[in-house]
């Protein structure tokens, strides 16, 4: 299979790298602690590491290349613009850890990812100098420079009740940030 290079939108489609890699699985079968921590709590208990405490880094570099084309009322014409080229670190990081020395049956996870993110920089660009209304003394119309970025925090617990089940939770906080350009 080749290559889409397209996204679901805003939202990635796995958290991760490795739930990435994987189409986007991580409920039933994560192979980490950042993707058990995020999809499904309790599997926690059932990664590869769950004997031991886990700790992944991992990280993403996005780099998309949008470009837009305006037909406004008073240019002569459509205006189209690149975007500057961007690239967008995404981080995940994820922990597991048993918590009971004993049994090791009671886990605890805490993990922080990127889950989405866009935007667009026309900033010193044909469009930016197009989305000057005429006759208004500079003001522009929004669009030439946006970012949406959220970030997820996690903590988490699980238990294993037996060997081939567990339960688990996870308090899932964001962070985000818009900005628009606009004061």
């Known amino acids: 299979a080749s290559s889409a290079f397209a996204t679901n939108g805003d939202n990635l489609i796995g958290i991760g790298p490795i ?6 699985t991580g409920i039933a079968a994560p192979q980490d602690a950042i993707s058990a921590v995020f999809a499904n709590p309790a599997a926690m208990c059932f990664t590869p590491g769950c004997d031991y405490g886990e700790v992944n880094f991992g ?6 290349k949008p ?13 189209a613009s690149d975007s500057k080229e961007n690239i967008y670190a995404i981080p ?3 922990i ?10 009671w886990r605890f996870g805490l993990a922080a990812y990127g889950v989405t ?23 522009n119309l929004p669009g030439a420079y946006t970012s949406l970025q959220i970030m997820k925090f996690a903590p988490s617990l ?10 688990g939770a996870a308090v899932h906080i964001d962070y985000a940030t818009l900005d628009l350009s606009a004061g």
């Open 19 to 24: 739930s990435r890699a994987m189409g986007g």
């Open 59 to 64: 990280g993403t570099l996005f780099a998309p």
């Open 67 to 79: 470009s837009a084309e305006a037909n406004l009322p008073w240019t002569p014409g459509p205006v």
């Open 92 to 94: 995940a990081i994820g």
């Open 96 to 105: 597991s850890l048993p918590i009971d020395k004993d049994t090791r049956r």
């Open 117 to 139: 993110g866009l935007g667009v920089d026309y900033r010193g660009t044909d469009l930016e100098a197009a989305l000057v209304i005429p006759g208004t003394g500079g003001q």
């Open 158 to 167: 699980a238990y294993q009740v037996t060997p081939n089940f567990s339960v």
